[in-house]
């Protein structure tokens, strides 16, 4: 069964950092281009970072741009969101996801979803 499982979640106070951790079981997360999405209660799910399959390229949305960085390491078929500076604004439940596509472009669509990990961030 094709499995996304985010870990790293946790309770952090304004400024702190935190390593969002996406682990792929079922297929191979390498030849997937994987993003990012939040939710906040209340609100509609926003793109937050995506990582391409074809080259590499990243894509951040415009409220976590300078902060947060996405990565992924292939032997451990596992995606990253290394998330610092954080403000109470962060707080949301996050998701990591795949898809086909060879580019991250301008959609947060995507074919498979884990089931989220919360952030809080407050002091």
């Known amino acids: 069964q094709v499995q996304l499982v985010e870990s790293g979640g946790a309770l952090v106070q304004p400024g702190g950092s935190l390593r969002l951790s996406c682990a792929a079981s079922?297929?191979?997360?390498?030849?997937?281009?994987i993003g990012w999405v939040r939710q906040a209660p209340g609100k509609e799910r926003e793109g937050v970072s995506c990582?391409?399959?074809?080259?590499?390229?990243?894509a951040y949305a415009d409220s976590v741009k300078g902060r947060f960085t996405i990565s992924r390491d292939n032997a451990k078929n596992t995606v990253y969101l290394q998330m610092n500076s954080l403000k109470p604004e962060d707080t949301a439940v996050y998701y990591c996801?795949?898809?086909?596509?060879?580019?991250?472009?301008?959609?947060?669509?995507?074919?498979?979803w884990g089931q989220g990990t919360q952030v809080t961030v407050s002091s």
């Open positions: 996801a795949a898809d086909l596509r060879g580019t991250c472009g301008s959609s947060w669509k995507y074919l498979y």
């Open positions: 079922g297929f191979t997360l390498d030849y997937y281009t």
């Open positions: 990582i391409s399959s074809s080259n590499g390229v990243t």
